[in-house]
């Protein structure tokens, strides 16, 4: 995955994330063992609203009942308050340093092409 929002809600194979350098994934971990399953050499793996705003997901769950009638992700917004904490935010290292430094550098009067190109620069002279 190189963009965009993913969301698990079945189960994962091991070596999930290897290679994934952006983007966002979100997995509903009610077997307890993604962690151990996941490749963990680019990503972080995160609670929901630890790294960011996460609302995200319970948009997309609503869409997925609204176009799917799947009764896992009905079950997950009826118990919202619960089952949140059973997903786990896989999040790319580089991606979300790049994420963190877009947002530090918008400023008005900024071209959204030079933001990108001086945070590209910071994160690449970092290491």
């Given at each position: 995955?190189?963009?965009?929002?993913?969301?698990?809600?079945?189960?994962?194979?091991?070596?999930?994330?290897?290679?994934?350098?952006?983007?966002?994934?979100?997995?509903?971990?009610?077997?307890?063992?993604?962690?151990?399953?996941c490749n963990r050499d680019l990503v972080d793996l995160?609670?929901?609203?630890?790294?960011?705003?996460?609302?995200?997901?319970?948009?997309?769950?609503?869409?997925?009942?609204?176009?799917?009638?799947?009764?896992?992700?009905?079950?997950?917004?009826?118990?919202?308050?619960?089952?949140?904490?059973?997903?786990?935010?896989?999040?790319?290292?580089?991606?979300?340093?790049?994420?963190?430094?877009?947002r530090e550098y918008t400023k008005?009067?900024?071209?959204?092409?030079?933001?990108?190109?001086?945070?590209?620069?910071?994160?690449?002279?970092?290491?």
């Open positions: 995955m190189t963009g965009g929002v993913a969301v698990i809600l079945g189960r994962t194979g091991r070596n999930f994330a290897a290679g994934m350098s952006g983007g966002v994934a979100y997995v509903y971990d009610w077997t307890h063992d993604f962690a151990k399953k995160y609670h929901l609203d630890e790294a960011g705003d996460d609302s995200i997901l319970k948009e997309l769950l609503k869409k997925h009942v609204q176009y799917t009638d799947s009764e896992t992700a009905r079950k997950i917004l009826d118990n919202w308050d619960t089952e949140k904490k059973t997903f786990i935010k896989v999040y790319p290292r580089d991606y979300h340093k790049m994420r963190k430094l877009i008005p009067g900024i071209s959204e092409e030079k933001v990108i190109e001086k945070a590209f620069y910071t994160a690449t002279s970092q290491d």
